[in-house]
């Protein structure tokens, strides 16, 4: 199984709202990522997680706030966001090795900021 | 972060004919991944690369890790309607951290 799970599918939040994304994978992967996409560009990385730790965050805004509360689950909560956040966030699982990873990603979540 | 250069940018090609794209880089990889992304999904792993010179297929895909651990490259061949989409290119050193192409656009006329 390489299935790596997203919730919502859509979402549509106002600039005030608090709203959170969720990442599920069942691989047994110790490394997780939260990867922004605007159209048509590849995908930008914000954060990675390694063994449930925060090993990197790509000088993301504090109004994205990541969370990774067992080796399976990662959340990405958001407040405060503005129109420009709005993007696909797609999350992405690999093994926590150095080398030779293979990473899957999730189906995304498709971020509307009104 | 650093982006790794994909070329073509766009190609529009005629069902049935194979295609070419690239994926150059300043840096040395250990792997190269490449992706296929429909519009509104999530990128699919297509074929994953470890090895310098190493040739890897996947049905009609065929995928070449460089000598020079710089760069990579997909073919398709017989190209069908289902091809359509955008192919992306990652490369990652070490860590925990994958650099991604800039893609190709790829479409399909019947």
């Known amino acids: 199984d390489t299935e790596v799970t997203q919730t919502p599918k859509h979402l549509v939040m106002g600039m005030t709202n608090k709203k959170s994304l969720k990442c599920e994978q069942h691989?047994?992967?110790?490394?997780m990522y939260w990867y922004k996409q605007k159209a048509k560009k590849p995908p930008e990385l914000m954060f990675v997680y390694s063994y449930e730790k925060l090993s990197i965050n790509e000088s993301v805004p504090s109004r994205f706030s990541p969370e990774c509360p067992n080796s399976s689950l990662l959340n990405l909560h958001l407040h405060a966001l503005q129109p420009e956040d709005s993007a696909l966030y797609l999350c992405?699982?690999?093994?926590?090795?150095?080398?030779?990873?293979?990473?899957?990603f999730g189906p995304g979540t498709r971020l509307t900021v009104l | 972060g650093q982006q790794l250069n994909q070329s073509p940018q766009s190609m529009f090609i005629q069902e049935g004919e194979d295609v070419s794209m690239n994926c150059t880089s300043s840096s040395i990889f250990n792997t190269w991944l490449w992706y296929k992304q429909d519009p509104g999904e999530g990128p699919v792993l297509l074929i994953a690369l470890y090895k310098a010179g190493e040739l890897t297929s996947n049905g009609r895909l065929t995928a070449q890790f460089g000598i020079t651990r710089k760069d990579s490259f997909l073919n398709i061949s017989a190209s069908i309607p289902s091809d359509v989409g955008i192919y992306f290119c990652a490369g990652q050193r070490t860590g925990n951290q994958f650099y991604f192409g800039t893609g190709t656009s790829l479409t399909v006329i019947p």
């Open positions: 691989m047994g992967h110790r490394a």
């Open positions: 992405a699982s690999s093994q926590a090795i150095p080398v030779w990873n293979e990473q899957f």
